[in-house]
């Protein structure tokens, strides 16, 4: 089971963090966050993983090397002109570093669910793409997804208004997707947001959701550092 982990942002909103470290190597309980990233993943079904990497990815490269320390095997594909997240999708796409049914998380999430029963639910519903979702009790962002008696009928990171009215629910950060959307939904060598694909995916009827209710955590902001920093110090090494 692959997941993709999207690691080639600027994380401005780190800074001065950030100047001279990418965001995933940010300590967190004395720790670099992509470790404790990489230990749930190994411990909850994934077997490998693949950084699309880009600002300082060398860094992330050296630290984690192989991947062996975890029980995985670990893959790069780095970017030397930044495509955004749906280019640099294609981009290793067309370097053939994708299985044809894939997970993708960032580089900045710590989210707290079973892989394994995600993308086996991925696998059954023979749909183009899965994106996970979580009411949004914790307002820590707008909601963005339709998501009705069980059926994910729009996600839209800019929407009006009137569909505004209708998002009780949130992108939780953790896709399903297979390499044939990517090739043939993607265009080669551009710029191009992962979002958008999702919103017309979604209106066309080829995107599902599955509800999940775990809280998540995240280091792409200084109030998500600190929370995730007391999360760690309050539970220990000790997380299943």
């Given at each position: 089971m692959q997941c993709v982990i999207l690691a080639g942002g600027l994380a401005t909103r780190m800074r001065?963090?950030?100047?001279?470290?990418?965001?995933?190597?940010?300590?967190?309980a004395g720790k670099p966050f992509v470790e404790r990233q990489l230990e749930w993943l190994s411990k909850h079904g994934v077997t490998e993983v693949l950084f699309l990497t880009g600002y300082l990815g060398?860094?992330?490269e050296q630290a984690v090397?192989?991947?062996?320390?975890?029980?995985?095997?670990v893959r790069y594909s780095q970017e030397d002109i930044l495509l955004g997240t749906g280019g640099a999708l294609r981009?290793?796409?067309?370097?053939?570093?994708?299985?044809?049914?894939?997970l993708l998380t960032y580089c900045d999430s710590y989210l707290r669910?079973?892989?394994?029963?995600?993308?086996?639910k991925f696998e059954k519903c023979g749909s183009l793409a899965l994106m996970t979702v979580i009411r949004n009790d914790f307002r820590c962002a707008s909601s963005n997804v339709i998501f009705e008696a069980g059926q994910l009928s729009l996600y839209d990171k800019r929407a009006g208004e009137a569909n505004q009215k209708r998002m009780e629910f949130l992108d939780y950060g953790l896709l399903a997707l297979t390499a044939t959307a990517v090739t043939e939904r993607l265009e080669a060598g551009k710029k191009l947001d992962l979002s958008d694909f999702l919103h017309v995916l979604s209106k066309e009827g080829r995107l599902v959701g599955m509800e999940v209710s775990e809280k998540y955590y995240e280091i792409g902001s200084p109030e998500g550092l600190n929370d995730i920093e007391e999360f760690f110090q309050k539970r220990g090494e000790n997380l299943d």
């Open positions: 001065p963090h950030t100047e001279h470290i990418p965001k995933a190597l940010l300590p967190v060398e860094q992330i090397g192989d991947g062996n320390r975890w029980g995985l095997k981009l290793a796409a067309d370097r053939g570093l994708l299985r044809p049914k894939f669910v079973d892989f394994g029963k995600i993308f086996q």
